[in-house]
């Protein structure tokens, strides 16, 4: 359905990751080199999985923007796991009419979806088709003939096995109740241990969701104080500069207050010497 690039440019792109929530998403913004401003997120849609504390995302922006920068960018807002799918060129946006479409049907699964921006008209609607065309249950007659064509073949089959079960029902009816007893002890065991191993993945699950989850707060701490040690060095070089200024001041003054009190006391030496005259 999608194309993965490594090191790519797109506009469009499907995305899935961890630890990001609306307040975030909202606030994203993907700055271009140089610091000259932030590429316009023209349209983005989400959704939102609250129990794994992950999303899905469709984004689309007015420029190309490179796929390893996207992934930066969120990671320092938090993201953690973060995977970005590009698509198939000159395909008449099938691969983005399905990945748009699958955001829609995951937020109406998982109750939760986030919307920012306009969505160009013909792939709103190719992806209303596309979501209806994955939702919409078999009808009329195409269901009662497959319905129809099932009960044929299952009569068939039955009917072929009851020919062979006839000559063997003396043999099985000793065996029944044997076997009845094995499996009245067996299924329990296998009970009992599928619903351990249930009860072990769920923990696994939660560990690692968890373990995701603090994973990216870390990240997000170690971008924010790398951000603050840079800021921290720009100001000390502003402050030595602005150290060696004063310094070069302080200097000047120090001269001017030398050939000050020079002249003062040249100019004491000579009315003493006036006076004495």
């Not at 499996?183 to 696994?204: G, R, S, T």
């Amino acid at each position: 359905m999608f194309e993965q690039d490594i090191k790519t440019r797109f506009n469009r792109c499907f995305i899935t990751c961890f630890n990001m929530d609306k307040a975030t998403l909202d606030a994203f913004k993907l700055p271009k080199s140089k610091g000259s401003g932030s590429f316009e997120l023209t349209y983005i849609d989400a959704a939102f999985n609250l129990e794994a504390q992950s999303v899905e995302m469709f984004m689309e922006f007015n420029e190309k923007v490179w796929d390893n920068k996207l992934i930066e960018q969120l990671e320092k807002a938090g993201a953690c796991q973060v995977f970005v799918t590009t698509f198939s060129n000159n395909d008449g946006n099938n691969s983005a009419t399905s990945a748009l479409a699958r955001v829609w049907e995951s937020a109406d699964k998982h109750g939760s979806q986030y919307t920012k921006g306009v969505c160009s008209e013909p792939l709103l609607i190719k992806a209303k088709s596309k979501l209806a065309e994955m939702q919409a249950p078999l009808k009329g007659a195409e269901a009662d003939e497959k319905m129809k064509a099932a009960i044929k073949m299952s009569l068939a089959d039955m009917e072929n096995k009851i020919d062979n079960v006839g000559d063997k029902v003396d043999n099985v009816e000793g065996k029944i109740d044997n076997m009845h007893n094995r499996v009245c002890n067996i299924i329990p065991d296998y009970q009992m241990e599928l619903k351990e191993l249930k009860e072990k993945l769920a923990h696994k699950t939660k560990e690692v969701d968890r373990i995701e989850y603090y994973k990216g707060l870390v990240t997000k701490e170690r971008n924010q104080l790398r951000e603050q040690i840079y800021q921290i060095q720009d100001e000390a070089n502003d402050l030595r500069a602005k150290n060696q200024m004063f310094v070069k001041e302080l200097a000047t003054k120090d001269a001017l207050i030398d050939s000050l009190q020079y002249i003062s006391e040249f100019v004491c030496d000579a009315k003493r010497a006036r006076t004495t005259k």
